[in-house]
């Protein structure tokens, strides 16, 4: 069902992989996270133990629960209220086996047996768990409409203009349609924005410390600060930049769904009447070197690059060891973790740093020395290193026999979900909030 989550199994215990990294790498934002103190100070408990962290440590909680208990929760910046969600599933496990809710992964699976672990695995394949996480993306939704409705009758709204000194009184929408006309900065229409207050407090803060509130970048003083933006055209702020996300109410309105996909679902819901398709074109994607930074839409460019740049040669690889598909995006996705974690995939050397690492292999002409096949051809690595590497949308398996022979019969498949999507869209959340809105209407 695409939900997937990826964490390594290094000897190293300080170095964990929880979600799937992505091309450029990026830290993950919680989407509509409120982020008012009382909030992140909020303490969340352990599933399984009673350790506990603040919320705004949560990683480290995550953290916890790899290291002690083995357990994996997928798509944690997707769950719309962690604290509720570990709460409920500290209940429930306490009155029934770990087993009962969760996938189990064993590492090692062709070590020996002493070297086996079994990883848990709690997402919403699980019929209960996704249930729970649509209850809590409703709720909150039904929050945020409130705390917008708040906002839009609130009549006690006072503040004075980041861009001159003219004082507001009254309701929030007099400022944003002031600065709008007067300073030609819009952050859109006032009704679909939520926690204006804190909108404001936070663009304020950036001009305060002399930040482009668009590009970003810092300047010696207010001046040279407003004439650039006025130059350059950046009275505005950047829709790229997540942290507004929280902002804005069409970000709550499908679970893991940020502005930008729920606004082209509505433009092709609009579309789908025009079946002319002569002037669709379809976005390239890029693959990115193993070793490197090189990017390149055309795959074979990738892979010759990488056999005349670095001497790696996969295709060789491939024939050599006679790997089968899933051997080869394990293989990928193992040298992209060992890289990442700046450690040699041929001897498990470490290093300070990536260009360090990169160095070695190639000094020591490890490019093409591998370690035992036991060591990559492993579960783990079925989950991709950068869940968007298109290296691996160009990996193929030319061999003719049967995938259901060979030493590989026995690796289990994990079927995809197949549930009515006719009857998802029906008991979506946003199909009960509009059905509820008509009726009291």
Known sequence: NGKRACFTLPSDEQEWILEPLCFPEQPATDIGTNSSSHHDMEVVTCVLCSHSAPLSEKDRLLKHLVLVHKLVIADVKLIADFPKYMEYWKNRISEQPITDFCSVIKTNSQGPVEKQEHYFLLCDVLPEDRVLREHLQQKRLEEILEQQQRERDDDSFQRICMFCNDEFNGNRSSLLNHMAREHSFSVGLPDNIVYCVEFLDHLQSKLDNLQCLYCEKTFRDKTTLKDHMRKKQHRRINGNNSEYDCFYIINYLELGKTWEEVQSEDDREMEDEDDDWSDWQAHPVC??????????????????????????????????????????????????????????????????????????????????????????DQPQYYFPTYENDALLCALSDSDSESEHTGPWRDVPVIAEDISNLKVLKQTSVLSHLLKNTDSSS
């Not at 450690?343 to 990169?358: A, D, H, L």
């Open 287 to 376: 693959a990115v070197c193993l070793f490197c930074e090189q990017q390149s839409e055309s795959m074979e460019k990738i892979y010759t690059h990488m056999e005349e740049t670095h001497g790696f040669d996969l295709h060789k690889l491939k024939t050599e060891l006679n790997l089968r598909f899933y051997q080869q995006v394990k293989l990928v996705n193992y040298i992209r973790r060992e890289i990442h974690q700046c450690r040699c995939y041929g001897c498990q050397e470490k290093f300070g740093s990536k260009p360090e690492v990169i160095r070695h292999v190639m000094e020591a002409g490890h490019v093409m020395q591998l370690p035992e096949t036991s060591t990559w």
